[in-house]
């Protein structure tokens, strides 16, 4: 049986860490020897506590790269021949990739958990390093498009596997339509996700006469800071404190999905977005930008509506669309999301697809 090592900088409460933990959870199940290792001390307790059967260690590393990777290096050689190293995030993955160019013998396997809008310094050098990975996982069929485009001498190594639900857990409850009605949004606090057009199409909600209750839990984004204040205060200019409430990220979602009535995620990109498909298997209509792989999984009409993230009339338009729409119309968009997520986000789909890289 294959000896593999899953590599992630840190375990928050962020999508990718959640199916990292799912991705070793099972590869454990399947039978397989699976150590799961960080490098960073953000990860959440709570979290880890939640999963005490995972072979889990966070390294003791320097603050530099080089750092990083002799320690990782050293971890693989005290604890015997991996075959393979699964790496999510771009700095475990160019870690794993540098180590392969220094003659690492284990295969690589790279997971790209976001999609491109565009291409800096940092992505060309990451690119360019992926030359030495054996498969690039992008979990998004938009990031594999633009992978292929962009740096076709990666063609013959995309692998897109898309995120798994953990639809035993995310639940619907009993409880149908709340008064006011609640719009729910898990989202760090980042420019990515749209913040300060959402504030605007709230504003205009409520100068239209709207009864709605907004709430976002998400932190702050790292090293934007300055982008949390400038929405806080926002905010409060456009005098909307009573209709939406920001809270921190939390290890307990699945109340407050299940609290909601609708779910709302405005950003202007996206990967395949773990927060839309939770909401969906817990039933929930789905009101949310046109980006990315959003369409393939929020169907106009049917379990929600999509709006155009720029554009601030587009946004205001459909989310009244939504909380106007009869409570049988909305039990019936809740529904044709929990049948979605139950046979699009499979589990078993989901570790398959990686069992099949092990060759």
């Known amino acids: 049986m294959k000896k593999i090592l899953c590599l992630i900088d840190a375990l928050g409460t962020g999508g990718a860490e959640r199916q990292m933990i799912g991705l070793v959870r099972f590869l454990r199940m399947k039978g397989y ?23 889990y260690c966070t390294l003791k590393t320097g603050k530099s790269r080089w750092s ?25 993955a160019v870690i794993s990739c540098i180590l392969k160019l220094l003659g690492a013998s284990f295969k690589l396997i790279v997971s790209e958990r976001n999609t491109n809008l565009n291409i800096n310094n940092n992505d060309r050098l990451k690119f360019f390093l992926y030359r030495f990975a054996d498969y690039v996982v992008p979990n998004s069929f938009s990031q594999s498009i633009f ?11 995309i692998v897109t596997i898309t995120n798994f639900t953990d639809t035993d857990y995310f639940l619907p409850s ?20 749209n913040v300060l057009n959402y504030l605007e199409a709230i504003k205009r909600i409520k100068d239209a006469g709207y009864n709605v209750k907004f709430e976002w839990y998400g932190n702050i984004q790292i090293n934007e800071d300055d982008y949390g204040k400038e929405v806080i205060n926002r905010q409060k200019e456009l005098q909307i404190e009573d209709m939406i409430s920001f ?36 039933a929930k209509p789905i009101v949310c930008s046109r980006v990315c792989d959003n369409s393939n999984i929020v169907h106009e009409g049917v379990n929600g509506l999509l709006f155009d993230p720029y554009s601030v009339d587009n946004m205001v338009e459909q989310i009244i669309k939504i909380i106007s729409i009869s409570s049988d119309e909305l039990i019936s968009y809740g529904n044709a999301s929990r049948r979605f997520a139950e046979e699009q986000f499979s589990k078993e789909s989901f570790i398959n697809k990686y069992i099949s890289l092990f060759v």
């Open 33 to 55: 020897k699976t150590d799961l290792v960080t490098y960073l001390h953000q990860d959440s307790h709570a979290l880890l506590q939640s999963f005490s059967d995972l072979n």
């Open 68 to 92: 990083k990777i002799q320690t990782v290096k050293k971890y693989i050689k005290e604890n015997g021949k991996f075959d393979y190293i699964i790496a999510y995030k771009d700095g475990p």
């Open 147 to 157: 992978i292929k485009d962009n740096f076709p001498y990666l063609l013959n190594k």
């Open 174 to 193: 009993k409880k149908t339509r709340f008064a006011p009605i609640k719009i729910l949004t898990v989202a760090r606090v980042a420019k990515q996700k």
């Open 247 to 282: 809270y921190p990220a939390t290890n307990d979602i699945l109340f407050h999905y299940q609290s909601c009535d609708i779910f709302c995620l405005p950003s202007i990109y996206e990967g395949f977005p773990n927060v839309i498909c939770e909401a969906m298997s817990c």
